[in-house]
Structures are given as C-alpha cells and as structure tokens.
C-alpha cells in the first residue's frame, strides 16, 4: 500500500480566507486525486492533477475557487479560496502507486470554516 | 453518467449477527468496484478490488463478491471494530482512474 500524508489534518478558518491543503506521497505517481466529504455525505471528485501539465475539474467545480499545483510526482496542493461554511468538509487526497488499479487516500484535511 | 447506489445507509448488528451490504451500480465498461472502510474522522482504508463478475475476495470476517450489476459486502460473525462506513465505487473504462462513489453504509456492531 501506499502512504499519503496530508497537512493539516484539521483546522478552523475565517470565512473569506483560502487555505492551502498539502498532500505527500511516498513514491512517484502520474496522477493525484482530490475529493470533498461534505458532512454525512460520501466523496465527490474535485479534481485530477498530474504533474506536468493543468489539473482536471469536475463538474460543479472551478479552478478560481480550488486551484491546484503538482510540482513534482510526489507532492501537490489544493487550495480552497474565499472560503464560505458551505466549505466546511473533509478534502482527501488519493493516488494511485501503479499496484494495480487501487487508489489510496490520505487521512484528509478536515476543514471547518466560522 | 456512472451511478452507484449503497444500501441500507444504515446497519444496526448485534455482536456475531451475519448481514450483507448491497452495492449496485450502473456504469459503461466497468474497470474495477472497489470497497473502502471508513472511520470517524480518517481516510478510506482500502479492502478489496473486485474486476469481473463472479469474482471474490475474502479479508478476516468480510468477503465481496461482483455480479454483472451489483456487488455485495458481506460481513460475517461481525465484532465492534467492525462498526465502521462501508463504501463502494466504482472506475469505468472512459473515466481514467478516478472513482465515482455510492452513498455508503453505516455499520454500528454493538456487543
């Protein structure tokens, strides 16, 4: 399996701030996934970014409000921006390490915004 | 467009009580139905891929199995550290790696 580490794993913002989610893998990937767990609900993909080139947003989602970096195979960023308490949720990352198809998930950024 | 329904949202088990948990799915050219764990507050911790029809996978007291349109979690003689979200997604063959996801099932196994 993998290990995929997230910072911070939770924190408490002011509505209208962006917080910026990092998340590390612990080998080269081509692809990196990023969900939102809204309260009670299940994951909703973000977006797919890979290294080298603009991520992938979902429908629903924009890069103005989540951008995103991938600087390297290991490492990449969302940021939430202009945050309202309609962004309070858990956002996961998640790669896959090339076992397979399985895709592994960080212990996620719980977010709560005031 | 992929769909995955879970059912029941909502699982209440006596300690050692046997059930099933029913994923079922629509999607074009499915890749692969996975099945995670989630806890309180963590990440979804993997626990079985499943490819084709017919197949299954056994971990400790769960076994998933895949039909053509649905797949199935079964949890058997269950213990509290099994109270935990159980969830499924699905990877279609048009849509790269990413998962589409299903509601989930909370499972509470009380002693």
């Known amino acids: 399996s993998a290990v995929i580490s997230q910072k911070p794993s939770r924190d408490i913002c002011q509505r209208g701030t962006s917080l910026t989610i990092q998340c590390q893998v612990d080998?080269?990937?081509?692809?990196m996934f990023w969900y939102r767990q809204q309260p009670g609900q299940s994951l909703t993909l973000i977006a797919t970014a890979n290294q080298g080139s603009e991520a992938t947003y979902e429908s629903g989602f924009v890069i103005d409000k989540f951008p995103i970096s991938r600087p390297n195979l290991t490492f990449s960023t969302l940021t939430v921006s202009n945050m309202s308490p309609e962004d309070s949720s858990i956002y996961l990352c998640?790669?896959?390490?090339?076992?397979?198809?399985?895709?592994?998930f960080g212990e996620g950024s719980w977010l709560t915004v005031v | 467009e992929d769909q995955v329904t879970q059912s029941p949202e909502a699982l209440r088990l006596q300690e050692g009580e046997s059930s099933s948990l029913n994923c079922s799915y629509t999607?074009?050219?499915?890749?692969?139905l996975f099945w995670y764990r989630q806890d309180p507050g963590k990440g979804p911790e993997f626990l079985f891929t499943l490819y084709s029809a017919g197949e299954e996978k056994e971990k400790e007291r769960l076994k998933a199995t895949l039909t053509k349109k649905e797949s199935f979690l079964h949890i058997t003689a269950p213990k509290p550290e099994d109270s935990a979200t159980y969830l499924c997604?699905?990877?279609?063959?048009?849509?790269?790696?990413?998962?589409?996801f299903g509601g989930g099932t909370r499972v509470l196994v009380k002693p």
């Open positions: 080998s080269q990937v081509t692809m």
């Open positions: 998640s790669a896959n390490p090339g076992q397979g198809d399985t895709i592994y």
């Open positions: 999607v074009s050219g499915l890749r692969g």
């Open positions: 997604a699905v990877q279609a063959g048009a849509a790269g790696n990413k998962l589409t």
